[in-house]
């Protein structure tokens, strides 16, 4: 699967005024800061369509992007910003929560982690809520071209052991870097397989 148009569509702050769940949509989600809307950039090969910032907390709102007319990508806030108030990080939630939910025609939700890191109890938690609400996931693990291989690996080989503690089924998971495209292929073959079904 190519990428051949890529349009910024809408900013909602409630899912009930997101576009008309006509096509297959793809969200992107994970810790502040992980790097969901920079991927978003590498694998739409457009720097300037989802907006990137070094200090967590940028992306606020839902966001969809239309890709070759034919399927949504939507970038979310992340959660587990701490520089935020109790009030706002409970309303980003409720707005994330009732997006993942409600929304009908989300195929799958790519999980961002962060490479860099041993497992995280906030993200394993994460997956924890959408198991429960049967959202359908799979993981991208981030900025890979910030430390070795070997490392990623490691840090890879980590957080699935931990998600087999709790988890029967492991699904897809991307090494991924937004800086040197990493990953680009293998997770545009994947959208391309989950299109075609
Ligand atoms: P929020 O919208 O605030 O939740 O953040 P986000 O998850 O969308 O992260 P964003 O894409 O804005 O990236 C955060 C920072 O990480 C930026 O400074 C990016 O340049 C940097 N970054 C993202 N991906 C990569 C990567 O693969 N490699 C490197 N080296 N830096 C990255
Ligand atoms: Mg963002």
Redesign the pocket.
């Known amino acids: 699967m190519e990428i051949t148009t890529a349009k910024y569509l809408i900013s909602n702050i409630d899912v009930k005024a997101c576009p008309k769940p006509d096509k297959p949509e793809y969200a992107?989600i994970?810790?502040?800061?992980?790097?969901?809307?920079?991927?978003?950039?590498?694998l739409t090969r457009n720097a300037k369509l989802?907006?990137?910032?070094?200090?967590?907390?940028?992306?606020?709102l839902i966001n969809h992007f239309l890709i070759n007319n034919a399927f949504y990508i939507v970038?979310?806030?992340?959660?587990g910003?701490a520089k935020r108030s109790k009030v706002q990080r409970e309303e980003w939630e409720k707005m994330i929560d009732a997006y993942l939910k409600e929304r009908t025609n989300l195929v799958t939700v790519f999980v961002?982690v962060d490479s860099r890191h041993s497992p995280q109890n906030l993200d394993l938690a994460f997956l924890r809520k959408l198991g429960e609400w049967g959202v359908p996931f799979n993981i991208a693990f981030?900025?890979?071209?910030?430390i070795t291989q070997r490392e990623a690996a490691k840090n890879k080989s980590l957080f699935v052991n931990a998600m087999k503690k709790e988890w029967e089924y492991i699904p897809r998971t991307f090494m991924?870097?937004?800086?040197?495209f990493?990953g680009r292929n293998d997770m545009l073959g994947y959208i391309g397989e989950l299109n075609e079904e």
Do not use: C
């Not at 994970?30 to 590498?42: A, D």
């Not at 981030?142 to 910030?146: G, H, R, V, W």
């Not at 991924?176 to 040197?180: D, F, Q, R, Y």
């Open positions: 992107f994970g810790r502040s800061n992980v790097g969901k809307s920079s991927l978003i950039n590498m989802a907006k990137t910032s070094g200090s967590p907390g940028k992306t606020q970038d979310l806030p992340g959660y910003f961002l981030t900025k890979a071209d910030k991924t870097s937004a800086e040197k990493h």
